[in-house]
């Protein structure tokens, strides 16, 4: 069983939004309150966010949206774009997710690459606790920089990486 990684498409959104959604639920358990991981129209908005992010003229002009299939199904989804917050960054990861069941198969990195130039600089938000999210990105060459927001009541610290870092 290998997993192929590939741009994602508008057909592909119940997948990207249920990747979403269950891995939410298998990573953030304790951290997001139950009320935002059980609400009964979690898939439904997250189905609306990935339609609007590959019907979006600014994502497909500037950003990069990926799918990790296995078997015909979307087992990882990741997306980059500029981040309006902070033009320093037009290369952002806005989401990496996989399912728990395909962690250590590569494709997280598989991903990573199809969203990143790591020849420019990134950055990235993760949740803080999360240390093997942070693990994988200081794999990657991300750095915590000291910055860090809350939202939805969980901790998020950004994490940023050079071209002068590690590639992978």
Known sequence: MT???RPAELADVPGLARVHVE???E???GQFSDEILDDPTFIERREQFWTNVLTSKRISA???????????????VALAAPFDGDPAWDQY?????TYESIHEQ??????????????????????DPNPRARTFYRKHGFQPDGTFK????????????TPAATKH
Do not use: H, K, Q
């Open 3 to 5: 997993i192929s990684v």
């Open 23 to 25: 891995s939410w639920r």
């Open 27 to 29: 990573t953030y358990r």
């Open 62 to 76: 500037n950003g990069r949206v990926a799918a990790a299939v296995l078997d015909g199904e979307i087992v990882g």
């Open 93 to 97: 990861l806005w989401a990496l997710y």
């Open 106 to 127: 590569g494709a997280g990195s598989a991903l990573l690459a199809a969203v990143i130039d790591f020849d420019r600089p990134a950055a990235l938000y993760v949740a």
């Open 150 to 161: 809350v939202e939805d009541g969980v901790r998020e610290i950004r994490m940023t990486r």
